[in-house]
C-alpha cells in the first residue's frame, strides 16, 4: 500500500508494454514525473512513497515503474543497453499520457536516465531533478558491483539499503526483499549482465562524448547529492553542475544515496523551490 491517501495506482500501454504508475494531485496541475532507482527490489513506490505527497498539494504527480520493477512488464531487449531502452520506454510512457514537456524528477539510475536523456534530446522534459544520479560518471566501480550481485536473501537487501539511506533500515530491509521476488524482476535485472558478463576490451568508452553532450543540456537541472553516498566520488555534483548551463548543485549533509529518503521534506522543499522558479 503506498503511504498517501490520494495516491491511485493505475496502468497504461507505453509503447506497447503494459506500465504501472502511481498517480496523485490536481489532474489540470503541471506533471511531475519521478523516475525511481534501478536497484533489485525497488520500484515507485518503495522509492517514492515517503516523497509523493509532498508534491501532490500543488503538482499532478506520476511515478512510473520502470521496465523490470514493480507490476510492470518483466521483459529484456538485448540488443539495446538497458538505460536507452527504459528512457524509450519514459518518453512513451509521458506520450501515452498527453504530458507535454514534464518536470523530470530521477533518483539515481532514474537521475541518470534524466541527464542522458537531456544530453541526448531524446527524453522531452520542461527541467530536470537527479537525486543521486550521473548517467554513469563519478562512480565507485567496487561499491556498485555490491547492487549488481545482489541475491534475494535478507542480507543482501540489508547491504543495498545501507548503502542507499539510514533512515526505516528494518522496514525496507523487509520491504526489498519481499519485492525482488516477485516473478520475473530479479531475471529480466540480470540477464543482460549474465550473457555479457564481461565488457570487451575494445569496447568504446562512452563518457567522454556524453561530458561533452552536457554543455548542450538547455533546460533547468538541478542536481542534488548526499554527503554521505559512498557511491560515488565527492563533489561530483558541482562538476557535472558547472558542466551544464543552466545546471545547479546542491549536496546534503547526514544523507546517503538517496537524500529523498534520509530528508524527504528537505528534499522536497528544494524540488518545490526549484520547480516554481522554473515555471515562475
Not at 505527497?53 to 520502470?66: E, F, I, T
Not at 536507452?84 to 537521475?111: E, K, N
Not at 530479479?186 to 564481461?198: D, F, G, T
Not at 549533509?253 to 528534499?267: K, L, Y
Request: charge should be positive; aromatic fraction near 6%.
Amino acid at each position: 500500500m503506498v503511504a498517501a491517501r490520494n495516491v491511485q495506482r493505475r496502468a497504461v500501454r507505453a509503447g506497447g508494454i503494459e506500465t504501472s504508475y502511481l498517480e496523485a494531485g490536481p489532474a489540470s496541475a503541471e506533471a511531475v514525473v519521478l523516475l525511481h532507482d534501478g536497484a533489485i527490489g525497488s520500484d515507485a513506490e518503495s522509492c517514492w512513497s515517503g516523497f509523493l505527497g509532498k508534491l501532490s498539494g500543488r503538482y499532478r504527480v506520476l511515478a512510473p515503474d520502470l521496465i523490470g520493477h514493480g507490476a510492470t512488464r518483466k521483459i529484456v531487449a538485448f540488443d539495446r543497453d538497458p538505460m536507452t531502452q527504459r528512457i524509450d520506454h519514459v518518453r512513451d510512457f509521458c506520450d501515452a499520457l498527453l504530458l507535454d514537456m514534464p518536470l523530470l524528477v530521477g533518483s539515481s539510475f532514474g537521475g541518470g536516465m534524466i541527464l542522458r536523456g537531456a544530453a541526448s534530446g531524446t527524453l522531452r522534459m520542461r527541467a530536470g531533478v537527479s537525486i543521486g544520479g550521473t548517467g554513469g560518471l563519478h562512480m565507485h566501480a567496487e561499491k556498485f558491483a555490491v547492487l549488481q550481485r545482489y541475491q534475494p536473501t535478507e542480507q543482501w537487501a540489508r547491504t543495498v539499503c545501507e548503502l542507499m539511506a539510514r533512515r526505516d533500515l528494518p522496514r525496507r530491509t523487509a520491504d526489498r526483499l519481499a519485492r525482488s521476488k516477485l516473478p520475473g524482476h530479479v531475471e529480466s535485472l540480470a540477464a543482460a549482465r549474465v550473457l555479457r558478463p564481461v565488457e570487451p576490451v575494445d569496447a568504446p568508452d562512452w563518457r567522454p562524448a556524453f561530458l561533452k553532450a552536457l554543455h548542450r543540456i538547455e533546460v533547468p537541472m538541478l542536481l542534488v547529492a548526499g554527503a554521505d553516498d559512498v557511491l560515488f566520488e565527492a563533489g561530483w555534483a558541482d562538476r557535472l553542475a558547472e558542466r551544464i548551463p543552466r545546471g545547479r548543485a546542491v549536496t546534503l549533509a547526514g544523507t546517503r544515496h538517496q537524500p529523498h529518503i534520509d530528508e524527504p521534506t528537505a528534499v522536497a522543499n528544494l524540488v518545490l523551490d526549484f520547480i516554481e522558479g522554473v515555471l515562475r
